[in-house]
């Protein structure tokens, strides 16, 4: 730090600059084999969804990670600010897919199984019933226009579930910074097309089936401490 | 009519008995003008069948429904619903006005699928893009780029009479990116339109289809809104 009292203001900004790191993002591993969904997500669709798309969103990001710091190290306010487009789609991507990949299990590891506790006692209280939940996600995903994802989220702050939507890769705090993710169905036409074709609703039928409502609880216990 | 009208204007109430008599005009799903194979090994025939049977079927029907509702509403004074059902209107009416243009700007190869444009269309496709290849690698890149769901589009911009390549998000027409932007070409970078073939290799579904674009189609199109055809006459 004596060469604080060595370098001036202007010589002093970029010296430090290169002290910081960049953290860059790696592919998270899936919690179980590639079929182990089956027969209500394919393994195909299951091994190009993590190895390809999510693989893509974590490699672009990155990319989108460096051009960032190199921006923000000229002072290329225009290259930073045209690079968010890059960084919320991919950043996005990387975020919604990891959240994806825990929302699931296979039906041997309790996959399907419904929500207890603390969870199972909200879902009721804010939808009236597990099935009244299940049937908004599923309406609210079927009529989503494009792509994007639906929710269970809870909002810290109103401290009341609800359901969401977003578009593309945007995470659920787009739409609201106090709302937490429990639960998200990816329904781009990636994430079901080559096992359900155009046919959204059977995907959204059977996905829960191999919902992990373990998790979801988890997060939820953890949220309303 | 005459009759119904000229009974339906005692009251205000009735009146609109008059307004019900005004015709709805519903949409249907355009017949492809090839068969579903016909684009292959391009784009597989089972892409094609899902595609118009399915997807723009569903566009077709959904628009239909919307309609009538948007019309229940009207008839209704219901400012409320009719702007509630705007969301369902622009969907499924873009998509029907979306892929009825596409299945126009396919072709068998052996029906000239492919051919690249010549005369008044490729000319102007040199001068605003420098060469044919140079416009190719621009929509690929824009449709490559495209984050989600949409459509790249080559767009005749009436008004400053020029071409362009635009991209719409999800199933919007090319006219809510300018009104004066005339589609000519128009590619679906929906995942549902290359994906059962391509996988997640978009790239390589806007590669190959050059290969079965109708440029015949996009050339017509160009000529009529670009009125060269007083300028053709007086070079002859």
């Not at chain 1, 969804?49 to 990155?62: A, E, I, P, S």
């Not at chain 2, 519903?26 to 492809?32: F, G, R, S, W």
Request: glycine share 8%; proline share 4%; with cysteine.
């Amino acid at each position: 730090m004596a060469l604080r009292s060595v370098v001036s203001r202007k010589t002093l900004a970029p010296a430090l600059r290169h002290y910081r790191s960049l953290t860059t993002f790696t592919l998270p591993d899936l919690p179980y084999d590639y079929g182990a969904l089956e027969p209500a997500i394919s393994g195909e669709i299951m091994r190009l969804h993590h190895q390809k798309h999510h693989q893509t969103y974590v490699t672009n990001y990155n990319k989108a990670l460096e051009q960032l710091d190199a921006a923000v190290s000229k002072g290329d306010v225009r290259g930073v600010v045209q690079l968010q487009s890059a960084l919320k789609f991919n950043g996005g991507g990387h975020v919604n897919h990891s959240i994806f990949w825990q929302n699931l299990k296979p039906v041997s590891e309790g996959g399907g199984e419904p929500p207890h506790g603390a969870l199972g006692w909200a879902i009721d209280k804010d939808f009236g019933s597990l099935e009244a939940l299940v049937k908004k996600i599923n309406s609210e995903g079927a009529a989503l226009q494009g792509s994007g994802w639906v929710w269970l989220a809870l909002d810290n702050e109103q401290k009341i579930l609800k359901v969401e939507t977003t578009p593309n890769q945007d995470p659920l705090v787009t739409k609201g910074t106090s709302l937490v993710p429990l639960l998200g169905i990816d329904v781009w036409e990636h994430a079901y097309y080559l096992q359900y074709k155009n046919v959204r609703p059977d995907y959204l039928t059977n996905i829960w089936k191999v919902i992990n409502w373990k998790y979801a609880s988890e997060v939820y216990e953890k949220e309303s401490a | 009519m005459a009759l119904l009208r000229s009974i339906a204007i005692s009251s205000n109430k009735t009146l609109t008995l008059a307004r019900s008599a005004r015709s709805l005009t519903m949409a249907t799903l355009p017949p492809l003008p090839y068969s579903y194979d016909a684009l292959e090994p391009v784009i597989s025939g089972e892409i094609m069948m899902l595609h118009h049977q399915k997807h723009h079927q569903t566009y077709v029907t959904n628009y239909n429904s919307a309609l009538e509702l948007l019309h229940t509403a009207m008839d209704k004074g219901d400012v409320s619903a009719v702007v509630g059902l705007q969301s369902a209107v622009k969907f499924n009416g873009g998509g029907h006005i979306n892929h009825s243009i596409f299945w126009k700007n396919l072709r068998p190869v052996n029906a000239g699928g492919g051919e690249p444009p010549h005369k008044k269309l490729g000319w102007q496709i040199d001068t605003d893009f420098g060469s044919f290849n140079a416009l190719i690698s621009k929509m690929n890149a824009e449709g490559a780029a495209l984050q989600g769901s949409g459509w790249v589009w080559l767009a005749f911009d009436k008004e400053l009479k020029r071409l362009k390549v635009e991209t719409t998000a999800n199933q919007d027409p090319l006219v809510t990116k300018g009104a004066t932007l005339v589609p000519l070409l128009g590619i679906d970078v929906w995942e549902h339109a290359y994906y059962l073939q391509y996988k997640n290799v978009k790239l390589e579904y806007l590669k190959n289809i050059w290969k079965v674009i109708n440029w015949e189609y996009a050339g017509e199109v160009y000529e009529k809104e670009a009125q060269w055809c007083d300028l053709s006459e007086e070079n002859k």
